[in-house]
């Protein structure tokens, strides 16, 4: 089987429009690793979307804040802000679609799927001390997760956490070939908002009978994003930061 695997899609449908357009034709099924919506200006589009293509997805912590299941207190303000729009854009039927996303993890056909980690759904992934801890707990030898918005991800191998390090910035993708005596922790990227240093899109394709990934990045139309940010009346922040991938 062969699946698209993206995540933290944050409403930005300029982003998940090229990625869609980049890998036609060469998935069958769609797994997303939450974070619909929050920070970019489309939470309906792209949760309209999302519920008619996606095989498996489960929430984020954006998800929970835009439908009021999360406390804002613990977003900065930015987000905050931009949770409170999001409420009052989704249409009902998509506010009950996200309400009702399962927690993770989601176990899939070989693998599982989380937000933040096996552990918790709103654990930053982003070290091998955090990764070591998280695969503790692993009970099948591959699970994507997303939240920290950095792709690439971490292998259990001989006795060690070895780091998979994202496509360099000269490069359109990076090839990540399973050995099946390793354990796997996979991130695709962020479709909507990178925070590794590189503004492109990010996604994976997974061939579940090949045992082999490719991690992607694709340049799509920032601009136009950040025109809709900024026309929403959202903090300018929120625009400002798809330019540099932080």
Not at 42 to 65: C, S, T, Y
Not at 196 to 225: N, P, Q, T, V
Not at 229 to 240: E, K, T, Y
């Amino acid at each position: 089987m062969r699946y698209l695997v993206i995540s933290d899609i944050h409403a930005n449908w300029e982003a998940l429009e090229a990625v869609l357009a980049a890998a036609e034709g060469q998935h069958e099924r769609i797994i997303c690793c939450g974070d619909l919506v929050g920070y970019g200006a489309d939470p309906n589009a792209v949760v309209d979307w999302v519920r008619a293509r996606v095989h498996l997805v489960v929430r984020g912590n954006h998800d929970r804040a835009a439908v009021g299941l999360e406390d804002l207190d613990w977003f900065n303000p930015s987000a905050r802000t931009a949770a409170l729009w999001t409420l009052r854009e989704l249409t009902p039927e998509n506010i009950a679609y996200v309400r009702a996303l399962p927690k993770g993890p989601l176990a899939g056909n070989g693998f599982h799927v989380v937000h933040g980690s096996l552990v918790d759904e709103d654990e930053y992934v982003l070290d091998k001390m955090s990764a070591l801890q998280a695969l503790h707990y692993a009970t099948s030898s591959l699970t994507f997760f997303g939240h920290t918005h950095v792709q690439g991800g971490f292998a259990w191998r001989r006795g060690r956490v070895e780091p998979l390090p994202h496509p360099a910035a000269e490069h359109d993708r990076r090839l990540v070939e399973f050995d099946p005596e390793a354990v796997y922790l996979l991130n695709p990227g962020s479709v909507g908002q990178p925070r590794d240093g590189d503004s492109r899109a990010a996604f994976a394709l997974y061939d579940s009978e090949g045992g082999y990934l490719w991690l992607h990045r694709l340049s799509y139309d920032i601009e136009k994003a950040q025109t809709k940010i900024r026309r929403a009346g959202l903090p300018p922040v929120l625009a400002d930061r798809l330019s540099l991938g932080r």
